[in-house]
């Protein structure tokens, strides 16, 4: 198959091209870099089934031949997302509209990388997909969560309107090798931290709670949801159910780097912080059959050894 990934050249695009490739595909990988690294697609570039092309999806796009599109373009990290808002917001809904156009053209397939900041700040805990979310619709996340809930409007309308096919999945917070360094997210924080004697930044008291995901769950829950024959469009939430808070998680990389002189600082916690955060998988095990499968120190240890080969903040 030729397949089409945005934002391939990102942490989780990445891992989806490799996936990709290895199974025969080709894999066209489009991004602007805004976030990516090339040295994340460095080695598909020898690769003849592997072509990267620079290119912001925020204008149209043509390429023939598509059977699927993966859209994972979009900033993910707050303090990148906040940066250019308008950036952001444009990338999700202009972004989204322009590969649904391309999709049509080419009667692809086409998955929208979805989240669950779509829940906002959530007053139904665990989140499963029919709740509708708390979202500030006017606060400095929602250029994303709003953005990403305005794709999915789109991405159930053309299905609506025109039949294209269409996937959507909710990601909750996800880890792993290739990630940026300086990407800002917490778990890339805190062992860049620990690994440089820096303190571990707590924003708040750090009771909020998250629940981690490995990447290789992700890849293959994406698998899962893109090639099911059961036309389930989704939304699906794809996580890890197991929730920790975020003084847990400092206290778990600190027991896990016992030569790291770091301690654990306070920051002011960012406005819209969402306090809890734990996805309801029930949808994805019985349509996919899929949950994950790695457990958090295993994740971590693999995530530590990427950063001490890779890692500078
Ligand atoms: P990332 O920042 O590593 O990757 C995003 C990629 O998209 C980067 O390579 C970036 O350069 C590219 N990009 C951004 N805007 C673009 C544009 N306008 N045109 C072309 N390319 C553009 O982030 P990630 O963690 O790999 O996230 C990938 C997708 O998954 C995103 O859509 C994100 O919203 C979604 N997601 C990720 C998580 C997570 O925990 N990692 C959680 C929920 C949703
Ligand atoms: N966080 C933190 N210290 C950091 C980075 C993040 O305490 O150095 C917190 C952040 O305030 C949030 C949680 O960790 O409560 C997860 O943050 P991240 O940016 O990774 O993801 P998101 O907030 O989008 O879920």
Redesign the pocket.
């Known amino acids: 198959m030729k397949i089409l990934i945005?934002?391939?050249?990102?942490?989780?695009?990445s891992h989806l091209s490799k996936k990709l490739l290895g199974e025969g595909n080709s894999v066209v990988c489009?991004?602007?870099?805004?976030?990516?690294?090339k040295e994340n697609i460095e080695p598909f570039l020898k690769n003849k089934n592997f072509e990267f092309v620079e290119?912001?999806?925020?204008n149209p796009l043509e390429i023939e031949g598509i059977d699927q599109i993966f859209?994972?373009?979009?900033?993910?990290?707050p303090p990148?997302y906040q940066k250019d808002p308008v950036?952001t917001f444009?990338?999700s809904v202009l972004?989204s509209l322009n590969l649904l156009e391309l999709a049509r053209k080419n009667n692809a397939r086409i998955m929208q990388?979805?989240?669950?900041?779509v829940y906002g700040d959530p007053k139904t805990h665990p989140q499963p997909e029919t709740y509708w979310g708390n979202v500030n619709p006017i606060g400095i996340r929602s250029c994303?969560d709003e953005g990403?809930r305005a794709a999915e409007t789109l991405f159930f309308d053309y299905n609506r309107k025109y039949g294209t096919d269409i996937r959507v999945i909710?990601?909750?917070?996800?880890?792993g090798p290739n990630?940026?360094p300086r990407?800002g997210?917490v778990v890339s924080n805190f062992i860049n931290q620990a690994l440089e004697d820096q303190d571990l930044t707590i924003y708040g008291d750090g009771s909020q709670t998250r629940s981690f995901q490995y990447i290789d769950d992700l890849v293959d829950g994406i698998a899962k949801m893109m090639d099911n024959k059961n036309n389930f469009l989704g939304p699906v939430n794809l996580g890890n159910p197991d929730e920790f808070t975020v003084k847990e998680l400092a206290e778990k990389i600190l027991e896990m780097l016992p030569e790291s002189k770091s301690k654990i600082v306070h920051k002011p916690l960012p406005e819209d912080d969402p306090k809890q955060r734990k996805p309801d998988i029930t949808l994805a095990k019985k349509e996919l059959g899929w949950k994950p499968k790695v457990k958090i120190k295993e994740g971590l240890k693999k995530t530590i050894e990427y950063f001490k080969r890779n890692g500078r903040l």
């Open positions: 945005t934002g391939g050249a990102g942490f989780i695009g489009v991004d602007n870099l805004f976030t990516g690294r290119h912001d999806i925020i859209n994972f373009a979009c900033p993910a990290s990148h950036f444009k990338t972004g990388a979805s989240t669950s900041e994303y990403k909710r990601i909750f917070n996800t880890y990630m940026d990407d997210r």
